[in-house]
């Protein structure tokens, strides 16, 4: 069976096609002869978290089954074929130095990373609207070298950075300065440093992309751990690996795409995984924990539940979750973001000596990125819509939507961008099985309050997901992370 | 029928006792013919909300059906019974002026009001832990009289309540100044404006008891609008009307206690209320609405959801919900709030001068008040824990937690305190149909982004619930006149 069929294979069905049809003619389940599966360990979610544990588990030994809401693995890695064999990723894209799990995840099955294009000028549109280019392999990285905002852009990333040190990954919540940074907003701090209004803007345009959030909606010790999660054990975390492609998160890509990778764990896993299968109920009782969908019932010794906190508080819980927990589920929202993608016959912009990238004031896309197929056969372009952008994108009609991006690609790489042969959004705030991306983000209170609560097992339940990971946080090496970590768990117990 | 038996009746049965037992042993609805049933319109939730829009909607000659997933009505009212026929509420207790709607429904069927006990003094124990005593009735209310805290607290206060004068109740975001106001934190606020940090803790020993939560959970735009809604349309709301008794929302309490108003609506709408019945799905095609709960569909022509935004997020929808509410529905936590209640034979505070109200620095319970029978015939004082102190006061031990909350009980009314004939405590944080009280608290950016979404009509989906109330948002005044306004939405519409 290839690879690309998989995301189409209803593997095991659980007869909960929970849509219209079911609303309207019959109840899920009922006439329906409940079927029972059993397995040492149950995973509640086929993305890079479920599928990871999952692997951990096989490979030692143990039986496990994987229960996927969607028609496909993968979660929030998903291509998109554009022709002539060649996808782009409507979620997941890049992967950067410190990212080691994901990298060693990849070799594992033979997934290769290339570079991204970076070849070229950078586009930059100040506050202005004034268009030029620089050339992003300074020491700034991809921050634009603006001199009316570097004064106040240079000392915030260091202080930041700086700051972060001070937090600890693994507890955020018991940094010595946690009471004081968890009180306030990233906004509110910006706000307290800068009297330059387009330096608040900028802070706007990265952590859009970033978080799919304004800065209001970020507690200032939640973005600190954020950047302090982005390195790994040897290398601390800095901010600029966050927006930056070279030495950055955005350095590299993999060759046919990051759901690859998914594809190839669940071919991997067989009929261990279950499509069509979302998890209404978890119970925990007599040394077992059971999960139902629909008919379909799996008994098992340990649950990985490996989907953001906001969906797992969805599911409902016998007995019912510390309320610790359930409370940490209501306070960590998926962030507001949507990609849209332009596919054009070439990477014409290389021509014209740049490389794609483009970070601007003016939305809807206040950052782009190329992401063509490595061999440059067609030329792809997309745009991260985040935050307040987004809100108001997804206000508009289909057919304005599409006119402001062009608008904005045509400013960034000329008129030719005006013209693509295909258009493509994905909004993942749309997404019933997402419901928001790139991460679950903490505004003030939650990691002081509940952080605690993100990663401790209940009973016989373990949580995985990027959202709780300590490296890497809102990225595939987080998930890939969180999954071990979770299957570590689990087989010390089993 | 009494009341009282309707609170545990079964009225229709649904066939969801989604407990342990269906973890186990079946599939809830399985094995059983679906049943259906038919009405003009169903209400999810039989609180304050969602009875008062069934009401309305049955005495404009329409029928109706109201789901309630819990085996009695009232949500957040509720009465514990405490011997000799008398009552103490676990939730909702007090009413006050400009509360019109809860005063004119609770005239509409028979339950009077009578003063809160309010001779005698107040307590305040300061932040070195002093015990004085002062009147309640001058110009600052129930505020400490604290020299050295009142130079912050007065103008703050003023401030405040001059703020909200500028957030418009049916919509804040349009505020002109939401954009600065949601971008902080009240504790930013706070700290902004003051160099004491016993004034700041004295702000958390208010926002505890008023939100479940402390000041760095709360956007500073949030915290106006809610000062804004206390108050109606020819009142300006005020803070005060917060946190005093007299002339504020502590004033005035119900003969029996809140819970017999829902006892008797119910009572009224008869069979049209199903206990026992949680909502899993609600489906929308060919113009009707179908609410399904286990093997149960009702079949409208439309929806009224009484529950709070972060329950109603929680229900299956199909067609799934527009982004913007579903995101709401992730940015609207409830509060965190604790009720401990200790019943003595005769309220022998009163004899000492006091009127069992208390102010104090130290927790768990930060403020009392007596809930004593009307003729005095039992004495019940009940201490708020909310905020950072019920999530503390949770992780005890129950013997513990008793024991802090007599220590305090003693501080505040001496000994004989220590030494109650009943002790009981109310942690909403645990009630699975509740999930925190008393109220959805918004922090940075939810209402600037999504408040719009808090009303507005899904189709044939209408929203009520406190929550969603334009005054006296959080209260049961709030939850009436959301009633009453989904009712209007539905009635024109029919």
Same mark, same amino acid.
């Given at each position: 069976?290839?690879?690309?069929?998989?995301?189409?294979?209803?593997?095991?069905?659980?007869?909960?096609?929970?849509?219209?049809?079911?609303?309207?003619?019959?109840?899920?389940?009922?006439?329906?002869?409940?079927?029972?599966?059993?397995?040492?360990?149950?995973?509640?979610?086929?993305?890079?978290?479920?599928?990871?544990?999952?692997?951990?588990?096989?490979?030692?030994?143990?039986?496990?089954?994987?229960?996927?809401?969607?028609?496909?693995?993968?979660?929030?890695?998903?291509?998109?074929?554009?022709?002539?064999?060649?996808?782009?990723?409507?979620?997941?894209?890049?992967?950067?130095?410190?990212?080691?799990?994901?990298?060693?995840?990849?070799?594992?099955?033979?997934?290769?990373?290339?570079?991204?294009?970076?070849?070229?000028?950078?586009?930059?549109?100040?506050?202005?609207?004034?268009?030029?280019?620089?050339?992003?392999?300074?020491?700034?990285?991809?921050?634009?070298?603006?001199?009316?905002?570097?004064?106040?852009?240079?000392?915030?990333?260091?202080?930041?950075?700086?700051?972060?040190?001070?937090?600890?990954?693994?507890?955020?919540?018991?940094?010595?300065?946690?009471?004081?940074?968890?009180?306030?907003?990233?906004?509110?701090?910006?706000?307290?440093?800068?009297?330059?209004?387009?330096?608040?803007?900028?802070?706007?345009?990265?952590?859009?992309?970033?978080?799919g959030?304004?800065?209001?909606?970020?507690?200032?010790?939640?973005?600190?751990?954020?950047?302090?999660?982005?390195?790994?054990?040897?290398?601390?975390?800095?901010?600029?690996?966050?927006?930056?492609?070279?030495?950055?998160?955005?350095?590299?890509?993999?060759?046919?795409?990051?759901?690859?990778?998914?594809?190839?764990?669940?071919?991997?896993?067989?009929? !261990?995984?279950?499509?069509?299968?979302?998890?209404?109920?978890?119970?925990?009782?007599?040394?077992?924990?059971?999960?139902?969908?629909?008919?379909?019932?799996?008994?098992?010794?340990?649950?990985?539940?490996?989907?953001?906190?906001?969906?797992?508080? !969805?599911?409902?819980?016998?007995?019912?979750?510390?309320?610790?927990?359930?409370?940490?589920?209501?306070?960590?929202?998926?962030g507001t973001l949507i990609k849209?993608?332009?596919?054009?016959?070439?990477?014409?912009?290389?021509?014209?000596?740049?490389?794609?990238?483009?970070?601007?004031?003016?939305?809807?896309?206040?950052?782009?990125?190329?992401?063509?197929?490595?061999?440059?056969?067609?030329?792809?372009?997309?745009?991260f819509?985040g935050?307040?952008?987004a809100?108001?994108?997804?206000?508009?009609?289909?057919?304005?939507?599409?006119?402001?991006?062009?608008?904005?690609?045509?400013?960034?790489?000329?008129?030719?961008?005006?013209?693509?042969?295909?258009?493509?959004?994905?909004?993942w705030?749309?997404?019933?099985?997402?419901?928001g991306c790139p991460?679950?983000?903490?505004?003030?209170?939650?990691?002081?309050?509940?952080?605690?609560?993100?990663?401790?097992?209940?009973?016989?339940?373990?949580?995985?997901?990027?959202?709780?990971?300590?490296?890497?946080?809102?990225?595939?090496?987080?998930?890939?992370?969180?999954?071990?970590?979770?299957?570590?768990?689990?087989?010390?117990?089993?």
């Amino acid at each position: 069976m290839s690879e690309q069929t998989i995301s189409r294979r209803r593997l095991i069905g659980a007869g909960t096609a929970a849509g219209l049809g079911a609303m309207l003619g019959r109840v899920p389940g009922v006439g329906a002869a409940g079927s029972e599966r059993t397995a040492d360990v149950v995973v509640v979610g086929a993305g890079f978290a479920g599928l990871t544990a999952a692997l951990r588990v096989m490979q030692a030994g143990h039986s496990v089954i994987v229960l996927e809401a969607r028609d496909r693995v993968g979660g929030r890695a998903f291509n998109r074929p554009i022709g002539g064999g060649e996808i782009s990723e409507r979620g997941a894209t890049f992967v950067g130095p410190t990212q080691n799990h994901i990298l060693n995840l990849a070799g594992e099955f033979g997934v290769h990373k290339f570079p991204t294009f970076e070849d070229g000028d950078n586009v930059y549109v100040n506050a202005q609207g004034q268009r030029s280019t620089y050339n992003d392999q300074g020491p700034l990285g991809t921050a634009p070298p603006d001199p009316t905002i570097l004064p106040d852009l240079i000392p915030a990333i260091l202080t930041l950075d700086q700051m972060s040190t001070q937090v600890p990954v693994n507890a955020p919540w018991s940094s010595s300065n946690a009471g004081d940074w968890d009180n306030q907003t990233l906004a509110s701090w910006v706000a307290d440093r800068s009297v330059n209004p387009n330096f608040r803007k900028l802070v706007a345009v990265a952590t859009r992309p970033i978080f799919g959030a304004e800065p209001r909606e970020l507690s200032l010790l939640f973005t600190l751990f954020y950047i302090a999660a982005s390195g790994d054990e040897t290398h601390p975390g800095t901010f600029e690996r966050n927006f930056n492609t070279h030495d950055g998160a955005q350095m590299w890509r993999f060759f046919g795409g990051t759901q690859r990778i998914p594809l190839k764990m669940a071919h991997a896993l067989g009929n !261990r995984v279950a499509l069509n299968s979302p998890v209404q109920q978890i119970g925990q009782a007599n040394g077992r924990v059971i999960a139902q969908c629909g008919s379909l019932q799996v008994r098992a010794k340990r649950a990985i539940v490996a989907i953001p906190p906001t969906l797992a508080g !969805r599911i409902e819980y016998t007995p019912r979750l510390p309320s610790n927990r359930d409370q940490l589920t209501q306070r960590l929202p998926q962030g507001t973001l949507i990609k849209a993608t332009a596919v054009y016959d070439e990477p014409f912009w290389r021509d014209a000596g740049l490389n794609g990238q483009a970070v601007s004031f003016s939305g809807p896309a206040n950052v782009t990125f190329d992401d063509s197929p490595p061999d440059g056969s067609k030329g792809v372009v997309f745009g991260f819509i985040g935050g307040d952008e987004a809100r108001k994108f997804q206000r508009m009609t289909k057919a304005n939507r599409k006119a402001a991006l062009l608008a904005n690609f045509k400013t960034y790489f000329g008129s030719r961008a005006g013209h693509p042969r295909q258009y493509f959004e994905t909004n993942w705030s749309q997404e019933t099985w997402t419901r928001g991306c790139p991460v679950g983000i903490a505004g003030p209170g939650t990691l002081l309050e509940y952080g605690p609560a993100l990663r401790k097992p209940v009973g016989r339940i373990h949580w995985a997901g990027t959202e709780t990971s300590t490296y890497w946080n809102g990225y595939m090496d987080g998930a890939v992370r969180s999954g071990e970590r979770a299957a570590g768990e689990v087989l010390a117990e089993l």
